[in-house]
């Protein structure tokens, strides 16, 4: 469905177990650069001594995510969007849209619980359900 993104980023990537498991989809294919962002510098150190890592590192959270407006293909947030405020999602899913390119995709996971509520916050800033594994766990678009 969403084909060989130039990057991927793992917003709040924890120690890049994630990032490694979608890494590993694309073993036959290094095109894909992978950047996790996680406000601990402690997770980001233990990140960076994963077996495989080809990981770029950046300290950094989900409401202020340091790179560029519409710089990558795909943004990764799994167990992250449940964790924040009720203020503090708000600027995160917008962070999440200006980083997307025209186009680029949003993958999420958060508990079931949370999921109808997030993909209506999700779909009121822009973003299109493309799917839904479960209620929380859903693939979503920016428009181009």
């Known amino acids: 469905m969403i084909g060989t993104p130039d990057v991927i980023v793992d917003v709040g990537s924890g120690t890049g177990v994630t990032a490694e498991a979608l890494a590993a989809r694309f073993k036959r294919d290094p095109r894909p650069r992978f950047v996790l962002v996680d406000p601990q510098r402690g997770f980001l150190t233990r990140a960076r001594r994963r077996p495989k890592s080809r990981f770029d590192l950046v300290e950094g959270d989900a409401t202020r995510v340091p790179l560029g407006t519409h710089s990558v293909g795909v943004v990764v947030s799994f167990g992250v969007l449940c964790c924040l405020t009720e203020e503090a999602l708000p600027h995160a899913i917008r962070e999440a849209w200006r980083i997307l390119r025209p186009g680029g995709y949003l993958l999420v ?22 799917a839904s594994e479960r209620p929380g766990v859903s693939a979503l678009q920016k428009p181009s």
Request: net charge neutral.
């Open 109 to 130: 996971s958060v508990p079931r619980w949370q999921g109808p509520g997030l993909e209506s916050q999700l779909m009121v800033e822009g973003f299109v359900r493309l």
